[in-house]
Protein backbone atom coordinates (compact mmCIF):
# COMPACT_ATOMS: atom_id res chain seq x y z
CA UNK A 1 0.00 0.00 0.00
CA UNK A 2 0.99 3.80 -0.78
CA UNK A 3 1.42 5.40 2.10
CA UNK A 4 2.30 8.95 1.27
CA UNK A 5 0.46 12.13 2.74
CA UNK A 6 -1.17 12.64 -0.16
CA UNK A 7 -2.78 9.30 -0.67
CA UNK A 8 -3.39 9.19 2.85
CA UNK A 9 -5.77 12.22 2.60
CA UNK A 10 -7.31 10.52 -0.61
CA UNK A 11 -8.28 7.32 1.00
CA UNK A 12 -9.68 9.19 4.37
CA UNK A 13 -11.97 11.01 2.23
CA UNK A 14 -13.45 8.55 0.13
CA UNK A 15 -13.74 6.10 3.12
CA UNK A 16 -16.08 9.16 4.80
CA UNK A 17 -17.59 9.49 1.63
CA UNK A 18 -18.62 5.24 1.23
CA UNK A 19 -19.90 5.21 4.49
CA UNK A 20 -22.67 8.10 3.60
CA UNK A 21 -23.05 5.80 0.18
CA UNK A 22 -23.51 2.35 2.43
CA UNK A 23 -25.85 4.15 4.75
CA UNK A 24 -28.61 5.38 1.59
CA UNK A 25 -27.78 1.90 -0.43
CA UNK A 26 -29.68 0.44 2.84
CA UNK A 27 -32.52 2.78 1.96
CA UNK A 28 -32.16 3.51 -1.89
CA UNK A 29 -36.03 3.61 -2.70
CA UNK A 30 -36.32 6.57 0.10
CA UNK A 31 -33.71 8.66 -1.86
CA UNK A 32 -34.73 11.62 -4.24
CA UNK A 33 -33.89 11.40 -7.36
CA UNK A 34 -33.91 13.82 -10.06
CA UNK A 35 -33.01 13.80 -13.98
CA UNK A 36 -30.47 15.52 -15.71
CA UNK A 37 -30.89 14.30 -18.99
CA UNK A 38 -32.07 10.86 -20.50
CA UNK A 39 -31.30 8.15 -18.86
CA UNK A 40 -29.05 10.56 -17.03
CA UNK A 41 -29.81 10.22 -12.93
CA UNK A 42 -28.65 12.21 -9.92
CA UNK A 43 -29.56 11.18 -6.63
CA UNK A 44 -29.30 12.59 -2.92
CA UNK A 45 -26.49 9.85 -2.16
CA UNK A 46 -24.49 11.62 -5.54
CA UNK A 47 -24.77 15.13 -3.56
CA UNK A 48 -24.22 13.73 -0.24
CA UNK A 49 -21.16 11.87 -1.39
CA UNK A 50 -19.97 14.61 -3.03
CA UNK A 51 -20.13 17.26 -0.42
CA UNK A 52 -17.98 14.85 2.29
CA UNK A 53 -15.35 14.89 -0.58
CA UNK A 54 -15.43 18.61 -1.32
CA UNK A 55 -15.12 19.09 2.85
CA UNK A 56 -12.66 16.82 3.47
CA UNK A 57 -10.33 17.53 0.68
CA UNK A 58 -10.53 21.07 1.29
CA UNK A 59 -9.87 21.11 4.79
CA UNK A 60 -6.38 19.14 4.26
CA UNK A 61 -5.50 21.19 0.92
CA UNK A 62 -7.34 24.06 1.26
CA UNK A 63 -5.96 25.88 -1.82
CA UNK A 64 -6.70 22.88 -4.30
CA UNK A 65 -9.15 23.71 -6.86
CA UNK A 66 -12.11 20.96 -8.23
CA UNK A 67 -13.54 19.72 -10.53
CA UNK A 68 -16.84 17.26 -9.19
CA UNK A 69 -19.06 15.94 -11.08
CA UNK A 70 -22.28 17.60 -9.58
CA UNK A 71 -20.93 20.78 -8.36
CA UNK A 72 -18.62 21.89 -11.52
CA UNK A 73 -15.34 23.56 -11.26
CA UNK A 74 -14.60 25.71 -8.51
CA UNK A 75 -11.17 27.44 -8.39
CA UNK A 76 -8.15 27.22 -5.77
CA UNK A 77 -5.84 29.56 -5.01
CA UNK A 78 -3.43 27.35 -6.09
CA UNK A 79 -3.62 27.10 -10.29
CA UNK A 80 -1.60 23.88 -10.68
CA UNK A 81 -3.49 21.10 -8.06
CA UNK A 82 -6.66 20.29 -8.93
CA UNK A 83 -9.24 17.44 -7.53
CA UNK A 84 -11.23 15.59 -10.01
CA UNK A 85 -14.12 13.79 -8.57
CA UNK A 86 -16.91 11.75 -9.33
CA UNK A 87 -18.90 10.82 -6.17
CA UNK A 88 -20.71 8.39 -7.18
CA UNK A 89 -19.84 6.21 -10.62
CA UNK A 90 -22.69 3.73 -11.47
CA UNK A 91 -25.26 6.03 -10.08
CA UNK A 92 -27.86 3.52 -12.13
CA UNK A 93 -26.26 0.63 -10.46
CA UNK A 94 -26.73 2.03 -7.00
CA UNK A 95 -30.53 3.01 -7.60
CA UNK A 96 -31.45 -0.37 -9.02
CA UNK A 97 -30.03 -2.09 -5.41
CA UNK A 98 -26.46 -3.08 -7.61
CA UNK A 99 -23.59 -3.16 -5.58
CA UNK A 100 -20.96 -2.13 -8.63
CA UNK A 101 -20.40 1.36 -7.96
CA UNK A 102 -17.73 3.86 -6.64
CA UNK A 103 -16.09 6.81 -5.26
CA UNK A 104 -13.36 8.15 -7.69
CA UNK A 105 -10.57 10.60 -6.70
CA UNK A 106 -7.58 12.26 -8.57
CA UNK A 107 -5.23 14.29 -8.32
CA UNK A 108 -4.47 16.10 -11.22
CA UNK A 109 -1.67 18.55 -11.37
CA UNK A 110 -0.73 21.11 -14.70
CA UNK A 111 -3.12 19.05 -16.69
CA UNK A 112 -1.96 15.58 -15.63
CA UNK A 113 -2.92 12.77 -13.64
CA UNK A 114 -0.42 12.44 -10.49
CA UNK A 115 -2.32 10.02 -8.39
CA UNK A 116 -5.99 7.97 -8.20
CA UNK A 117 -8.23 6.25 -5.65
CA UNK A 118 -11.06 4.58 -6.31
CA UNK A 119 -13.11 2.62 -3.99
CA UNK A 120 -16.21 0.39 -4.30
CA UNK A 121 -17.51 0.44 -0.97
CA UNK A 122 -19.92 -2.23 -1.11
CA UNK A 123 -17.28 -4.68 -1.28
CA UNK A 124 -14.70 -2.26 0.48
CA UNK A 125 -12.40 -3.06 -2.83
CA UNK A 126 -9.61 0.20 -2.31
CA UNK A 127 -7.67 0.97 -5.38
CA UNK A 128 -4.90 3.49 -4.98
CA UNK A 129 -2.18 4.33 -7.33
CA UNK A 130 0.75 7.22 -7.54
CA UNK A 131 2.85 8.41 -10.11
CA UNK A 132 6.50 6.43 -10.23
CA UNK A 133 4.61 4.18 -6.56
CA UNK A 134 2.09 1.41 -8.22
CA UNK A 135 -1.07 0.57 -8.29
CA UNK A 136 -2.58 -1.13 -5.70
CA UNK A 137 -5.88 -2.82 -4.40
CA UNK A 138 -6.19 -3.00 -0.31
CA UNK A 139 -2.73 -4.15 0.18
CA UNK A 140 -1.72 -5.78 -2.98
CA UNK A 141 0.12 -4.66 -5.95
CA UNK A 142 -1.42 -4.84 -9.09
CA UNK A 143 -0.05 -5.61 -12.82
CA UNK A 144 -2.45 -5.80 -15.72
CA UNK A 145 -3.21 -9.00 -17.43
CA UNK A 146 -0.45 -10.76 -19.79
CA UNK A 147 -2.23 -12.40 -21.89
CA UNK A 148 -1.17 -11.88 -26.01
CA UNK A 149 -3.96 -13.02 -28.05
CA UNK A 150 -7.47 -11.15 -28.16
CA UNK A 151 -9.70 -14.73 -28.25
CA UNK A 152 -8.35 -15.27 -24.92
CA UNK A 153 -9.37 -11.53 -23.77
CA UNK A 154 -12.26 -10.85 -21.69
CA UNK A 155 -12.74 -7.48 -23.25
CA UNK A 156 -14.88 -4.65 -21.12
CA UNK A 157 -17.10 -1.76 -22.76
CA UNK A 158 -19.64 1.51 -21.93
CA UNK A 159 -22.08 1.77 -23.93
CA UNK A 160 -23.13 4.89 -25.43
CA UNK A 161 -26.14 6.87 -23.24
CA UNK A 162 -29.60 7.36 -24.35
CA UNK A 163 -29.74 10.12 -26.49
CA UNK A 164 -25.83 11.12 -26.48
CA UNK A 165 -22.83 9.33 -28.68
CA UNK A 166 -23.33 7.60 -31.84
CA UNK A 167 -24.94 4.29 -31.24
CA UNK A 168 -24.56 3.08 -34.97
CA UNK A 169 -20.34 3.34 -34.49
CA UNK A 170 -21.01 1.33 -31.28
CA UNK A 171 -22.99 -1.37 -33.23
CA UNK A 172 -20.31 -1.22 -35.50
CA UNK A 173 -17.68 -2.21 -32.89
CA UNK A 174 -19.34 -4.17 -31.10
CA UNK A 175 -19.98 -6.58 -34.10
CA UNK A 176 -16.61 -6.57 -35.49
CA UNK A 177 -14.91 -7.16 -31.29
CA UNK A 178 -17.32 -10.04 -30.19
CA UNK A 179 -16.13 -12.51 -33.18
CA UNK A 180 -12.68 -11.51 -32.02
CA UNK A 181 -12.86 -11.99 -27.87
CA UNK A 182 -13.61 -15.01 -25.37
CA UNK A 183 -15.88 -12.59 -23.49
CA UNK A 184 -17.45 -9.10 -23.55
CA UNK A 185 -18.64 -7.30 -20.44
CA UNK A 186 -20.24 -4.03 -19.45
CA UNK A 187 -20.68 -2.68 -15.46
CA UNK A 188 -21.93 0.25 -15.27
CA UNK A 189 -19.12 2.29 -13.67
CA UNK A 190 -16.18 2.95 -15.79
CA UNK A 191 -13.75 4.05 -12.83
CA UNK A 192 -14.08 0.45 -11.96
CA UNK A 193 -13.70 -0.76 -15.86
CA UNK A 194 -10.46 0.74 -15.16
CA UNK A 195 -9.28 -0.29 -11.81
CA UNK A 196 -10.25 -3.69 -13.30
CA UNK A 197 -8.07 -3.07 -16.07
CA UNK A 198 -5.50 -2.49 -13.71
CA UNK A 199 -6.47 -5.26 -11.80
CA UNK A 200 -6.05 -7.78 -14.24
CA UNK A 201 -9.39 -8.53 -14.40
CA UNK A 202 -10.33 -7.36 -17.62
CA UNK A 203 -7.78 -7.59 -20.58
CA UNK A 204 -8.99 -4.57 -22.09
CA UNK A 205 -11.80 -1.40 -21.59
CA UNK A 206 -13.05 0.95 -23.77
CA UNK A 207 -15.22 3.63 -23.89
CA UNK A 208 -16.48 7.14 -25.65
CA UNK A 209 -17.87 10.44 -24.53
CA UNK A 210 -16.75 9.73 -20.95
CA UNK A 211 -16.19 13.09 -18.27
CA UNK A 212 -12.73 13.45 -16.70
CA UNK A 213 -14.04 12.24 -13.42
CA UNK A 214 -15.12 9.42 -14.58
CA UNK A 215 -11.40 8.50 -16.23
CA UNK A 216 -9.00 10.61 -14.12
CA UNK A 217 -8.19 8.36 -11.32
CA UNK A 218 -8.35 4.92 -13.64
CA UNK A 219 -5.43 6.50 -15.63
CA UNK A 220 -3.10 6.51 -13.00
CA UNK A 221 -4.34 3.49 -11.83
CA UNK A 222 -3.76 1.54 -15.35
CA UNK A 223 -0.04 3.49 -15.76
CA UNK A 224 0.79 2.19 -13.15
CA UNK A 225 -0.23 -1.34 -13.20
CA UNK A 226 2.28 -1.49 -16.54
CA UNK A 227 -0.61 -1.41 -19.26
CA UNK A 228 -1.06 1.23 -21.70
CA UNK A 229 -3.85 3.50 -21.94
CA UNK A 230 -4.64 6.16 -24.60
CA UNK A 231 -7.76 8.16 -26.44
CA UNK A 232 -8.80 5.96 -29.63
CA UNK A 233 -6.51 7.31 -31.51
CA UNK A 234 -3.95 6.21 -29.57
CA UNK A 235 -2.75 9.69 -28.36
CA UNK A 236 -2.56 11.07 -24.95
CA UNK A 237 -5.81 13.64 -25.33
CA UNK A 238 -7.73 11.17 -23.10
CA UNK A 239 -9.15 13.88 -20.45
CA UNK A 240 -9.35 16.06 -23.67
CA UNK A 241 -11.87 13.99 -26.22
CA UNK A 242 -13.17 11.64 -23.15
CA UNK A 243 -12.68 8.21 -25.36
CA UNK A 244 -10.65 5.89 -23.50
CA UNK A 245 -8.90 2.74 -24.65
CA UNK A 246 -6.84 0.50 -21.93
CA UNK A 247 -4.86 -2.77 -21.92
CA UNK A 248 -1.64 -4.04 -22.18
CA UNK A 249 0.74 -3.08 -24.45
CA UNK A 250 -0.32 -5.73 -27.42
CA UNK A 251 -3.74 -5.57 -26.43
CA UNK A 252 -4.00 -1.88 -26.98
CA UNK A 253 -2.76 -2.30 -30.05
CA UNK A 254 -4.66 -4.85 -31.59
CA UNK A 255 -8.07 -3.65 -29.81
CA UNK A 256 -7.15 -0.33 -31.17
CA UNK A 257 -6.85 -1.40 -34.90
CA UNK A 258 -10.12 -3.70 -34.77
CA UNK A 259 -11.97 -1.21 -33.64
CA UNK A 260 -10.84 0.73 -36.26
CA UNK A 261 -11.77 -1.21 -38.93
CA UNK A 262 -15.30 -1.14 -37.54
C1 LIG B 1 -21.38 6.73 -15.72
C2 LIG B 1 -20.66 5.42 -15.57
C3 LIG B 1 -20.93 4.50 -16.74
C4 LIG B 1 -20.60 5.16 -18.05
C5 LIG B 1 -21.33 6.49 -18.18
C6 LIG B 1 -20.98 7.39 -16.99
P1 LIG B 1 -22.14 8.09 -13.51
O1 LIG B 1 -21.07 7.60 -14.64
O2 LIG B 1 -19.27 5.60 -15.48
O3 LIG B 1 -20.19 3.32 -16.66
O4 LIG B 1 -20.97 4.30 -19.10
O5 LIG B 1 -20.94 7.11 -19.38
O6 LIG B 1 -21.68 8.60 -17.13
O7 LIG B 1 -23.07 9.04 -14.21
O8 LIG B 1 -22.80 6.90 -12.96
O9 LIG B 1 -21.22 8.80 -12.57
CA1 LIG C 1 -23.86 11.01 -13.37
CA1 LIG D 1 -19.19 8.78 -13.67
CA1 LIG E 1 -21.26 10.22 -10.88
Not at 5 to 14: E, G, R, S
Amino acid sequence: MIRSPLITVMVQAVRKAGRALIRDFGEVEQLQVSVKGPADFVSAADRKSEDVLFAELSKARPTYGFLMEERGRVDGTDDANEWVVDPLDGTTNFLHGIPMFAISVALVRNGVPMAGVIFNPANDELFVAEVGQGAYLNDRRLRVAGRRKLAECVVCCGLPHMGRGDHEQFNRELGVVQRQVAGLRRTGSAALDLAWVAAGRFDAFWERKLAPWDMAAGLVMVREAGGFVSDMDGGEKILEKGDVLAGNELIHRDLQRLLKSA
